[in-house]
């Protein structure tokens, strides 16, 4: 009994050596950013070790957007590219993205397309020689020991490109995200039926279109933070208003690309903030503050120039010199212009004294 407890003591004696910064080290933060790109979607995740995962890429018109954005972030590498699903506003963005990082792994539905975009993609994702994975319900994306990201659907035989959809949920501690692609009320019901879907944020399915985001999935998720990604005055007329009210019906504080822009949910695995980089449209920026005023400099007092003594006329009369060396022979301070030995070349100052 002496033994163990020797060794507990010695345990406790080692713990409370730590350094105050190790042993009351804060959690590390998790970034999860939804950008504005237009109609489409587009998600990077900046996990708390330090990797990254980009879901998504929006269209090829975003593409160098999504690029800049990824910069912006110190983004060098991207450890995972998931493409939910081969619609156009999903992956279109995606080949600028591969040809400007490095990719270890690219995660894809699996589900054929006969568009030009897609076999882009396909072609630069081989010539790269990146890993590429098409997943099964349940794998888990190593992204971060600390990270549990885990695929809640993926059918690389769906007949529709939308209910081929990859479901993302992923889990920092207490806190989660839900992202749903394209998938529709039928995913919804399937998922739910099987899986956790409860989460802190919610990024809804096909851009709040009323094909997804049913009242019954909504108050399974009970989501604190709904995104709603979505281009403005879109023909789809999307996001449907039933959907906003059913996710404030739940509580949820609705944030929507058009209006908010790029949105950052932070959290450190307890609690989350979200910011967005504007309020109705219009860009966030912090208030300039007003420069401190300078002091009045204290004026100097004006002091009158001495006047240079006049040169008396040389007792010789000589006028007529080689140059100044000459000239101060006779007079030693130089001599002013009206005085018959003034020469204008020999005063390249040009201040009516030659020679001073």
């Known amino acids: 009994m002496k033994k163990y407890l020797s060794i507990i003591m010695a345990f406790i004696l080692a713990i409370s050596l730590l350094p105050a910064s190790i042993a009351n080290a804060a959690p590390k933060e998790l970034k999860v950013h939804f950008l504005d790109v237009g109609q489409g979607d587009s998600i990077l995740i900046q996990a708390p070790n330090g ?5 998504d890429g929006g269209t090829k018109a975003y593409g160098s957007k999504v690029v800049s954005f990824l910069k912006s972030k110190g983004v060098k590498k991207l450890d995972y590219v998931v493409a939910t699903h081969p619609d156009a506003d999903h992956i279109g963005g995606l080949i600028a993205v591969l040809n400007a990082f490095p990719v270890t792994n690219f995660v894809d539905s699996g589900n054929a397309h006969t568009t030009q975009t897609y076999a882009e993609m396909l072609t630069l994702i081989d010539k790269k020689n990146i890993k590429f994975i098409i997943p099964k319900e349940l794998d888990k994306l190593a992204l971060d020991p600390n990270m549990i990201i885990r695929v809640l659907h993926a059918d690389e035989n769906a007949s529709d490109t939308n209910d081929a959809s990859i479901v993302l949920k992923a889990t920092y501690n207490k806190v989660s995200f839900l992202l749903m692609g394209d998938a529709d009320t039928a995913i919804e019901d399937k998922i739910k039926s099987k899986y956790d879907v409860k989460a802190t944020v919610l990024k809804n399915g096909h851009h709040g279109s009323d094909t997804a985001s049913s009242a019954g999935f909504i108050s399974n998720v009970k989501p604190a933070v709904a995104i709603l990604s979505y281009g403005k005055n879109n023909s789809y007329g999307h996001p449907n208003l039933s959907v906003e009210s059913r996710l404030k ?17 932070t959290t450190n695995g307890v609690k989350h903030s979200v910011a967005s980089a504007c309020k109705n449209g219009k860009k966030v920026t912090a208030p300039v503050a007003k420069p401190t005023p300078k002091p009045t400099p204290t004026p100097k007092p004006v002091t009158k120039p001495v006047a240079k003594p006049k040169p008396k006329p040389a007792p010789s009369g000589r006028t007529n010199f080689k140059n100044c060396t000459d000239l101060r022979t006779v007079y030693p301070g130089g001599v002013e212009i009206g005085h018959p030995a003034y020469q204008s070349k020999m005063d390249r100052d040009k201040d009516g004294w030659a020679c001073e």
């Open 51 to 55: 990797k990254n995962m980009l879901v």
């Open 249 to 265: 019906n739940v509580g949820a504080k609705v944030y929507k690309t058009p209006l908010d822009c790029d949105i950052t949910v």
